[in-house]
């Protein structure tokens, strides 16, 4: 079954760090496009990063210089290493694969990430 | 302020078709045939309704069909059922980012 599960949200104080996973199984992470997306209480979804197959990576200016998305091929697994956290990034966080250009198929259900002091 | 413009929200009767509509650019949805539809039910992820302007995923019910004029997509839900009660978001490529773009949603509410 081809399946993303996220995991390494929490309660954060503002400027801290957060590292989210998303393992995957049924597919090669590596093989694919894959995306972090984010969705603020009550508010509609934003693409915040993604890292195509070949290795490069892209980002949302409103996190840009302080995340870092990244995967490990032996463990099927993508991350985003959150750095100097704010409040306006306190969102549900959410990985998909693309399925094709900006069509997101298959999708985790996401982990929370709450940053307040 | 979203990329793409989407009503905030829409509602019907069951057995009743509605669309939705989502307004863009020609450097977005005008400009390539790559716009998508997700369902979000309270508290769950997005689930990918349709893809490149009118494909539906495997499993995804043909009560749901996607089309474009211009710079504006729309969804259409026909024979309205309660399960449809959801937010919708459309998503597109663009030429203006590295990354896709999302509308603001829309809720549907079946009456």
Known sequence: ?117 | QSALTQPASVSGSPGQSITISCTGTSSDVGGYNYVSWYQQHPGKAPKLMIYEVSNRPSGVSNRFSGSKSGNTASLTISGLQAEDEADYYCSSYTSSSTLGVFGGGTKLTVL
């Open chain 1, 1 to 117: 079954e081809v399946q993303l599960v996220e995991s390494g949200g929490g309660l954060i104080q503002p400027g801290g760090s957060l590292r989210l996973s998303c393992a995957a199984s049924g597919f090669t992470v590596s093989s694919n496009y894959m995306s972090w997306v984010r969705q603020a209480p009550g508010k509609g979804l934003e693409w915040v990063s993604v890292i195509y197959s070949g290795g490069s990576t892209y980002y949302a200016d409103s996190v840009k210089g302080r995340f870092t998305i990244s995967r490990d091929n032996s463990k099927n697994t993508l991350y985003l290493q959150m750095n100097s956290l704010r409040a306006e990034d306190t969102a549900v966080y959410y990985c998909a694969r693309e399925l094709s250009s900006s069509s997101l198929d298959v999708w985790g259900k996401g982990t929370t990430v709450t940053v307040s002091s």
